[in-house]
């Protein structure tokens, strides 16, 4: 996290224009020769970035070249793009591994093309730092001083905003003298949270896992795979519920559709038949049953966290993915009492 913003009045911050906007990506690549924009540029267009990954590479290179706001960062935080493989193992069957392991094949396929003279880990480090501190609204990559000082809090004491000419951090209460001004850097997970800033919460409410039912080729007219962010308060997996029902539908449900007055256009958001949703929840319940089978047993986690003693990083990865076993328990206890209610 970041070094901490402390308040220096009562009352409301008033908005604050930042002048220069030190390590811009725009002022990077105004700077920057025509072999470097031109190589991130390609890395880019190849992997789908969306231009993201090339201000994160040359606002990493304008800091590394002696940018005026270098000296006031912290060291870079320890996010999992710079672990190596013996690390990430550790993160087990989050999809925070696989993303982390193609984060840093990308950023090091970047440092490849462009030929550096400064090492891979140098390189992936003030990655992780841009990448970590960095205002990233689309399309905007720029490193803003007093701002990326706030750090995170679920009950931040400011908000953040750029209205296209002023950055604004803006006190939501009065705020004492030596408070923190902290902000929100948005309801993220976990594993969010590690991956792109390297810390976590000890007990995070967003806590979230991407969970997906892939389509049945087999299945004539079938939907894409359904894909969604589970949370320990979310229902129990509507998008999947949805594709499961469009992939298990029978004569039968299409005929219950027409008696319904609905020209056989089914609303697939709604259960269709007794028989068709006892047999969606319990395919989605097979699913988050082997999901769960793919990690450790959650008891064996909160165990190595209660005895402490865990080097930080061993630590966070323990809390991601402890918190992606407790919400696919919570979304397979629903799937039971739902196929009570359906019996």
């Known amino acids: 996290m970041a070094p901490a913003l402390g308040a220096r009045r009562r009352g409301k911050a008033s908005s604050t224009r930042v002048e220069g906007r030190p390590a811009q990506a725009e ?3 105004a700077e920057a020769p025509a072999s470097i924009t031109d190589v991130v540029d390609g890395v880019d267009a190849r992997v789908g970035g969306g231009g993201m990954l090339a201000s994160a590479v040359l606002c990493a290179l304008k800091l590394v070249a002696g940018d005026a706001l270098a000296a006031t960062l912290p060291p870079p935080p320890d996010v999992p793009a710079r672990w190596d493989d013996a690390r990430l193992e550790a993160l087990e069957a989050s999809p ?4 982390a392991a193609q984060t840093r094949r990308l950023w090091t396929h970047c440092h490849a093309a462009l ?4 090492g891979l880990d140098a390189f992936l480090a003030v990655l992780a730092l841009v990448r970590s501190r960095a205002y990233s609204a689309r399309p905007l990559l720029t490193m803003v001083p007093v701002l990326e000082m706030a750090n ?6 400011a908000s953040k905003d750029f209205d296209g000419e002023r950055f604004r951090l803006e006190a939501l209460a009065d705020l004492e003298a030596g408070d923190e001004v902290t902000i929100s850097y948005g309801p993220l997970s ?10 976590v919460l000890d007990s995070n409410p967003r806590d979230a896992l991407a969970f997906a039912v892939a389509a049945d080729d087999a299945v004539p007219g ?12 979310d229902k129990l997996a509507p998008g999947a519920l949805r594709c499961l029902r469009e992939r298990l539908v029978t004569h039968e449900d299409s005929v219950n559709a027409a008696i319904r007055g609905v020209d056989g256009a089914m609303d697939f958001g709604l259960p269709l038949t007794l028989r068709n ?3 969606a929840v319990a395919a989605l319940a097979r699913e988050f049953d082997g999901r769960l089978a793919s990690y450790s047993p959650p008891a064996d986690d909160a165990a190595r966290l209660e005895i402490g003693g865990l080097p930080t990083w061993e630590e966070n990865a323990v809390r991601v993915r402890l918190g992606e076993k407790l919400v696919l328990l919570q979304q397979l206890e629903r799937a039971a009492k739902s196929l009570e209610t359906l019996q």
Do not use: I, V
Request: proline residues 5%.
């Open 27 to 29: 002022a990077a690549r």
């Open 96 to 99: 925070l591994r696989a993303r």
């Open 115 to 118: 030929g550096l003279a400064m």
């Open 152 to 157: 995170h809090d679920l009950a931040p004491a």
């Open 190 to 199: 976990n594993a969010e949270l590690l991956g792109t800033y390297g810390f």
């Open 222 to 233: 079938s939907r894409p795979s359904a894909e969604e962010s589970l949370g320990l308060h």
């Open 277 to 279: 949703e006892r047999e």
